[in-house]
């Protein structure tokens, strides 16, 4: 029993590209597959790798890769180490109330084994048709012996099965051996009638595979998505070819597995329609309020009152920033909003508006994108640019020139929004800017800052005003 000393030979890294197949070889055979690697030193394996099938009910859905075995948990594993076999078979096995069968299969290398391969079965449903055949049990058989050796050639296409996958056994002339009920009840609904068993297949896909070995001479594994008619109707079919050798390694028997993905593919097309028209409505949203700021700036232009124009700009600004939110959604399929990018589009807008002012705009930032969902955005975007236009309005001078900061950062809990400038107008007094006697631009700002569950403070020093805000990223 291990006794011993040898060099171990890591069957995870002589098995790494085959690994993978695990979980389809599991789901053809309806088995549940273990994969142990002997450590010599402690007269010990331990599990590297298993699967389970989900196209019948699995023996077992622990995970317990990682865990040693010793002597007394598994005595089979250890006498087929210590024994020239390749293969031991356990009957009369109980687990879980079911009836079950164990085969354990060495895997060597170089005349060591580095491996053993145990499957369990369960005999409920192995007893029964269609997995009582012969042919399904003279293919598995081949096939759990070229997956040891490592001469299937399926990389690419070896993906579990899919629910309610057809799952066909075709000899080499295609001549369906087995079948499994899906596959059945599939080829029924595409018009064949009776038992398939015994019948040549006809689909094209199949012989365009059997063409290609004859040319290249290789057995590989195939698979496409092809759309088909059927009367007045497209259907669409996820179709693989998963061949097995024996003996010479020449075309024997073929695993043919398929699935129909009409309705998948339609609640696609659905899906994507849905988020094309959603898209657009957002495009077209953006529009129509870029319509409406082009109307009152034209009715702007038309007035003589200065203080009537203002009030006109600033709700020429403020539809600007509610439309910048909509352009933001319309570039993604789901509800999230880039802020960066809308105080980016946001602050180029004043910079074009004032440009006849002597002040500058710089935007300072520690991230490249920050999203938020949409009705947070468009909050956040509103009290921008009323920060934004308070310092315009407050902190600007025909004499001097002053510089309006706007920043954006985002740290593990928070994110803090900053507008700065350096010429504030000492007259007016920090805590009347937060008064609900003050401007109609802060207190909008306060009930946009209380629907986000934020928090504004203002820091008034001299001549230099900040005005930040903090809030969660993730509160809604």
């Known amino acids: 029993m291990l006794n011993n000393k040898k060099d171990t030979i890591y069957l995870f890294e002589e098995f790494k590209d085959y690994l993978p197949y695990l979980y389809l070889i599991s789901d053809l055979l309806g088995a549940d597959l273990y ?3 002997p ?9 590297i790798s298993e699967a389970h099938p989900k196209v019948v009910p699995p023996i077992s859905l622990r995970q317990e890769v990682g865990k040693l075995i010793f002597f007394e948990d598994e005595q089979e594993i250890f006498k087929l180490i210590d024994s020239d076999k390749s293969k031991i078979r356990k009957t009369d096995i109980v ?17 060591k084994i580095i491996g053993i391969l145990k499957i369990q079965r369960n005999l409920l449903i192995h007893n029964e048709f269609p997995y009582n055949s012969r042919v399904f049990k003279e293919t598995s058989h081949w096939l759990i012996k070229s997956f040891i050796k490592q001469e299937l050639s399926w990389k690419g296409y070896v993906d579990p099965l899919l629910d309610n996958e057809g799952v066909l056994i075709l000899d080499k002339d295609g ?7 899906a596959g059945m009840r599939l080829f029924r609904t595409l018009g064949e009638v009776g038992n398939i068993l015994g019948k040549k297949i006809k689909d094209p896909f199949f012989y365009k595979f059997v063409d290609a070995y004859k040319e290249m001479g290789t ?10 008619e059927y009367g007045e109707e497209t259907r669409s079919f996820y179709k693989r070819i998963l061949p097995v050798t024996k003996g010479d390694n020449s075309l024997w028997r073929i695993f043919y597995l398929i699935k129909e993905t009409t309705e998948l593919r339609q609640k696609e097309r659905e899906l994507n329609f849905k988020s094309v028209l959603i898209k657009e409505i957002h495009h077209r949203v953006k529009n129509n309020l870029q319509t409406i700021a082009s109307l009152l700036r034209i009715q702007m232009r038309r007035l003589d009152s200065e203080s009537a124009k203002i009030a006109l700009q600033e709700s020429i600004n403020r539809i600007n920033s509610i439309a910048l939110v909509h ?33 500058n705009f710089k935007f300072v930032k520690n991230r490249k994108n920050i999203f938020l969902s949409s009705k947070k955005a468009t909050s956040v975007s509103l009290i921008m640019n009323e920060l934004l236009q308070n310092a315009v309005k407050h902190g600007t001078s025909e004499d001097i020139v002053t510089e309006i900061i706007l920043s954006i950062k985002q740290d593990d809990k928070y994110i803090i929004l900053e507008v700065t400038n350096n010429l504030f107008d000492k007259e007016t007094k920090s805590s009347e800017l937060l008064s609900s006697k003050g401007s109609l631009g802060f207190q909008l700002v306060q009930m946009l800052v209380d629907e986000i569950r934020g928090k504004i403070d203002i820091d008034k020093v001299d001549d230099t005003l900040k005005i930040k805000l903090i809030f969660s990223r993730g509160d809604e």
């Open 95 to 111: 687990i879980g109330g079911f009836p079950v069968e164990e085969e354990f299969y060495s895997i060597k290398k170089s005349g």
């Open 175 to 181: 001549i369906v051996l087995f079948a499994n009920m």
């Open 35 to 37: 994969l142990y690697q």
């Open 219 to 228: 057995v590989k594994a195939y698979g496409e998505e092809l759309f088909e």
């Open 327 to 359: 352009e933001s959604l319309s570039k993604f399929e789901e509800d999230r909003v880039d802020i960066i990018e809308v105080a980016e589009k946001l602050l180029n807008a004043f910079k074009q508006t004032y440009q006849h002012l002597p002040c």
């Open 39 to 47: 450590i010599w030193d402690l007269s010990a394996v331990v599990l």
